[in-house]
């Protein structure tokens, strides 16, 4: 698989975007946690592993991380806009940490442009409880046994009130429970994405 360095020019501000070459109707769009950037997926194998199923995957720095300059801009705004740029229907978003927030709060503010929803060790989750019915879409949350910023309370919340959804608990894992647990990760990542897209 070869990936491709973008720099994606928006309204008034651009972001850096690492994707596959090889375009498929099928996208995967992976963002990031506030210790980590784009280039995480790449050097875990996530971005090959994916597109090698024939998803198009997508991996974004948002504003301020990685090779994005900042930008006074909400990331739930760039990641609408990096979406309508890259013309992507409806992806599968994929979202770790701070980056489970930013997916969590798209998912409620633009449900007509998501496709599904992996959510990872998710922060923010008690901001939002009470709207997660209403996310409609395929969702799997994945989280470590031994989260000590995210409690795995909150992933079975998620699983609890979000109405398509599985929870995958990665046991003796931290935080960053899929760069503890990478095969198990991938499996379940893999697994969800072949079964419903």
Known sequence: MQLVDSAVELDDYSVHLLHSKVQTS???LFLHGMKFTARTWESLGS????????????ALDL???GDSPK???ASVQVLK?????QKLD???????SMGGKVCLEFALSQPELLGGLVLIGAVGVAEVRDRLSKIKVPTL???GSEDAIAPPADGH???SLIPDSSLVLLQGAPHPCYLDQPDIWHWELISFLKGNF
């Open 63 to 65: 504003p301020g991380f």
């Open 141 to 143: 949350i994945v989280w």
């Open 157 to 159: 919340t998620l699983d």
């Open 26 to 28: 099928r996208s995967v």
């Open 81 to 85: 806009q990096v979406i309508l740029n």
């Open 47 to 58: 971005l090959e592993k994916v597109a090698d199923e024939g998803f198009s995957v997508y």
């Open 90 to 96: 409806k992806p599968v978003l994929v979202g770790p």
């Open 71 to 73: 930008a006074d801009i």
